[in-house]
């Protein structure tokens, strides 16, 4: 199955700093999704894109849906310790119901 | 409380016995999916099913089995055939096909140790 393309791999970033990862597809998406992930526990959903170019934000997080449908972009504003986790994007296309997920982006928030 | 359970959140089984794993959602949803990760990886799709009878393969079916009677479960079996089955293993679901706007939303996850 197809594996989207998502970096950095890892960041280690001082509190207060702004973070950004990114996602991208070779083929086209119509959703984008981006998931938190604690140690241990089930994926939680931070943001979800339905439209090209659409931006969106909840809290200190802000995602993008890229113009080419192809991309997807997940900011963190002034970071914080609990931001630690490891954050996924997922990607739903045309065909059926299967979305296809990111390698992870794991940060560490140092206080 | 709405939401997806899986039960148990750990467990233990002896090499060659099959195990199931619970899934439960009171989403509404029609479509349900397993995944599997492993330390350091991203998420592996086991099974999926759009509606109920009907499950699909996904990439890493092999040694797996599921069932799809109740909109509600969609319980999967880890069989002495899967050749590793220690893993961490997550169930989701979502409104399914012919939704413009489908979130996939996630259990919290079994954790899986075959000794």
């Known amino acids: 199955g197809q594996q989207l393309n998502q970096s950095p791999q890892s960041m280690f970033i001082q509190e207060g700093e702004d973070v950004s990862m990114n996602c991208t597809s070779s083929?086209?998406?119509?959703?984008w999704l981006w998931y938190k992930q604690d140690p241990g526990e089930g994926p939680v959903l931070l943001i979800a894109l339905y439209k090209a170019g659409e931006l969106t934000s909840n809290g200190r997080l802000t995602a993008q849906f890229g113009i080419t449908r192809k991309d997807s972009f997940l900011n963190i504003s002034a970071s914080i310790p609990s931001d630690v986790g490891i954050y996924f994007c997922a990607g739903q296309g045309d065909t059926g119901n299967q979305f296809y997920f990111g390698t992870g982006t794991s940060l560490t928030v140092i206080p | 409380d709405g939401g997806i359970t899986q039960s148990p959140k750990y467990l233990f089984r002896k090499e060659g016995q099959n195990v199931t794993l619970s899934c439960e959602q009171n989403?509404?949803?029609?479509?349900m999916y397993w995944y599997r990760q492993d330390p350091g990886q991203g998420l592996r799709l086991i099974y999926y099913?759009?509606?109920?009878?009907d499950f699909q393969k996904g990439d890493i079916a092999e040694g797996y089995s599921v069932s799809r009677e109740k909109k509600e479960s969609f319980p999967l079996t880890v069989t002495s055939a899967q050749k590793n089955p220690t893993a961490f293993y997550l169930c989701?679901?979502?409104w399914g096909q012919g939704t413009s706007t489908d979130t996939q939303y996630f259990g919290p996850g079994t954790r899986l140790t075959v000794l």
């Open positions: 989403l509404n949803h029609d479509a």
């Open positions: 083929s086209i998406f119509n959703t």
């Open positions: 989701a679901s979502s």
């Open positions: 099913s759009q509606i109920v009878n």
